[in-house]
Structure formats: structure tokens, C-alpha cells
């Protein structure tokens, strides 16, 4: 949770969007299907002194200013094997089923073997 700046009580509409820009809480109307992009309006003046750099700043759910410090570098990674290590040995592949052999035919005959010819 952030720290509250500006105590304002602003009364919220599940129909508008909140934001902070330049000090001031703005509005503008949530996009709807076929319906045209609605103008932002000013909604309050609370003239705050905003560090961007540092903090995220939002309208709360009592309608107050709050300010969250912003998170540095994302998510971290797993690191890479450095290039003179030897690289990871693979799993070897899963083996598959052993495909079913073809089975003859009824009533065909197997083809005598040649005679050796003295």
C-alpha cells in the first residue's frame, strides 16, 4: 500500500478512469464498444509536487492522492553459465512406442525360398 498525499475524498464512478497529471486528478470515460473516445476532464486541484522518477502516483479507493515508490530493474532473471563452463548436458529424447508391424493378409501365401543350384 502507498502513502496518502492529498486527502481530496473524491467520489468515485466505476465509469471513469483516474489519474494524476501535473498535480491534478483527471477523468476520462472508460472505452465502450461503438461508442466514440470521451474527453478527459479535470476532476480536482490538489497542486502536488510529483517526482516521477521515484514514485507512481493514483487516485486510492477513498478517493485520495497516494503515491507508491516505483520498482527498480523488473523482475529478476537466472543468470547465464559463463562461456568457459562447460554447457548443460540435454535430457535425452523421450522414446516413442515401437510402431505395430504390418500384419498379412488372409489367403496370401508366402513366396517359396530359391534353391541353391549346384
Known sequence: MGEKIAKLG??????LM????KGDV???PRKKPNQPK????????ASIEMDYSK???YLDGDGDVARKERQVGGSK????ASGGSK?????PAAK???AKKATAKKGAAKKPAKKKKK
Open 18 to 21: 483516474y489519474y494524476i497529471k
Open 87 to 91: 554447457p548443460a548436458a540435454k535430457k
Open 38 to 45: 470521451g474527453k478527459a476532464s479535470k476532476v480536482a486541484d
Open 55 to 57: 514514485y507512481l502516483y
Open 77 to 80: 532473471r537466472k543468470k547465464k
Open 26 to 28: 483527471w477523468a476520462t
Open 96 to 98: 516413442k512406442p515401437a
Open 10 to 15: 473524491i467520489k468515485r464512478d466505476n465509469d
